[in-house]
């Protein structure tokens, strides 16, 4: 049997060891708290799952749905951007519903990418971008992303050539792993970066509901011409705790839409509808749930930062998304600490360098653990001396 090259060039899959020591300590009996995983632990709200019950017994929503997803569904999102972000869209052409931002973010490259075509994709980052750019035989060029320039790419630094060949530029924020948010004056700026090289935007938003302290993170399409250059990704799955019905949408440029529209429905047959109707309810349902699961995720993020500090593990506490990004001891690397972690306390986290070279020398936690979890865990930590490494 021969595989495509695309497989053998995918990452071996970065947990492995991690993955094994936690099998092996679970199977011993032992309790393992997982920071590691982005995935809301909070139930999906009630209201939401009534009426996806109340879809499902409608047999006209048991056939195929349409690529491009409900006409009222498309009106739903068109309406909750212009609520929230004061964008207006064409439900028509520049709205895509997603079996989850992920298969949209991952199908896109198909869009803009052929073999030899660069995208410029953010360092560290959610490893799909540069895995979709390769399968579509393009190359990743990285932007790190540093903590001195607050976690956002420093567009000036890209040399001119490679902006000029670049197809995409992939942004995420607020951001995961880091935690970082961009405000509009960033947005504004890549605009004019887009515009200046024909770049296309593609922005994943998926955490612009995940917000603290009253922050509210922007779209990118709230930048004056964002829409002749982007598209923004964006998803239910966070802000509404509904990662397993897997729905999301794109939004934005009507070409850029109407493209991946044409890719996704060469490959996929839309959302289940009564997934597309709980998604309806959860956009133009009561929105109390957001503010409710931010009140629960800010008290963990605040404890969780203060006992990471009295460890001495620098970290600032995030405006948005559900990670808290702390810097790895002196001496160790990502991967080191986070398996003496998992040695000494049975804590899990997910080393920096899982998102790239340049995520080295960090950890991300994931405040998606319940409270009872979290402060187990905290108690684990609690007067810990790191054992000093050479
Ligand atoms: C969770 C996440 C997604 C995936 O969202 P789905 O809609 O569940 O596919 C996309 N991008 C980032 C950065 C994420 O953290």
Redesign the pocket.
Known sequence: MRFAQRIQKLQPYLFVEISRKIAEKRARGEDVITFAI?DPDLPTPPHILQRLWQASQNPANHRYPESEGLPTFRRAIAQWYEGRFGVKLDPNKEVLPLI????G?GHVALCFIDPGDIALVPDPG?PVYAVGTMFAGGEPYVLPLLEENHWLPDLDAIPPQVARDARVLWL?YPN?PTGAVAGLDFFERVVAFAKRYDVAVLH?A?YSEVAYDGYRPASFLQAPGAKEVGMEFH?L??SYNM?GWRV?MAVGNADMVNALMRVKSNLDSGIPQAIQEAAIEALTGPQDCIQEHNAIYQRRRDRLVAALTRLGLRCVPPRASLYVWARAPQGYTSAQFATMLLEEKSIVVTPGSGYGQHGEGYIRLSLTLSDADLERGLARLEGWKIPPRQ
């Open positions: 982005g989850g931002a992920k298969e973010i959610y995420n995961n994943d998926p998803s799955s966070k990662t999301g």
